[in-house]
């Protein structure tokens, strides 16, 4: 039992003392979790109304796509007729890989669509519009079979809390 808790004691102070060499070695790994936790600051007020294709904060984008990891559901030929701080109102052409036999073989179906971006709120120094509704023109179904959708296109750059600059 006494071998036990030696060597125990033993494997404890050899995996502290390299911890330490590599924080030693590397002072940014001994800051890692302090730089996890979202960061207070003040940033510059930026002018205008943004919004997000993908993570980039961008200004009456001519698309925006949905699914960013594969670009399986876009939004594109954006044309805005309105473009105010609390709401953006256009057209465009939503389009949709069906994956059918696989994603990497699939067609895509297209649909024109009205768009509505709404739900402003400050990130980061800008007003952004977060909520984007799409809906189906005339009496046409989307690929998914609705004829109405909402997703919000600002979720994943609030959750990476990058800093992205663009002017």
């Not at 067609?107 to 984007?132: A, M, Q, W, Y």
Request: with cysteine; net charge positive; hydrophobic share 40%.
């Amino acid at each position: 039992m006494k071998t036990r808790s030696k060597t125990l004691l033993i494997a404890t102070a050899v995996v502290i003392a390299t911890a330490a060499a590599i924080m030693a070695i590397n002072p940014l790994i001994a800051t890692k979790t302090s730089q996890e936790a979202p960061q207070t600051k003040n940033y510059p007020k930026l002018p205008g109304t943004w919004t997000y294709h993908c993570e980039i904060p961008v200004q009456r984008p001519e698309e925006i796509m949905l699914t960013c990891a594969d670009g399986g559901m876009i939004v594109t030929d954006i044309t805005w007729t309105t473009w105010t701080s609390k709401q953006a109102l256009g057209t465009g052409i939503y389009s949709q890989n069906m994956c059918e036999p696989s994603c990497a073989e699939g067609t895509r179906e297209d649909v024109p669509v009205t768009i509505k971006l709404s739900g402003p709120f400050e990130h980061k120094g800008r007003n952004v519009l977060k909520t984007l509704d799409i809906q189906a023109a005339g009496r046409r179904e989307l690929p998914n079979g609705g004829t109405n959708m909402t997703w919000d296109v600002a979720e994943f750059a609030v959750r990476m809390n990058w800093n992205i600059v663009t002017k």
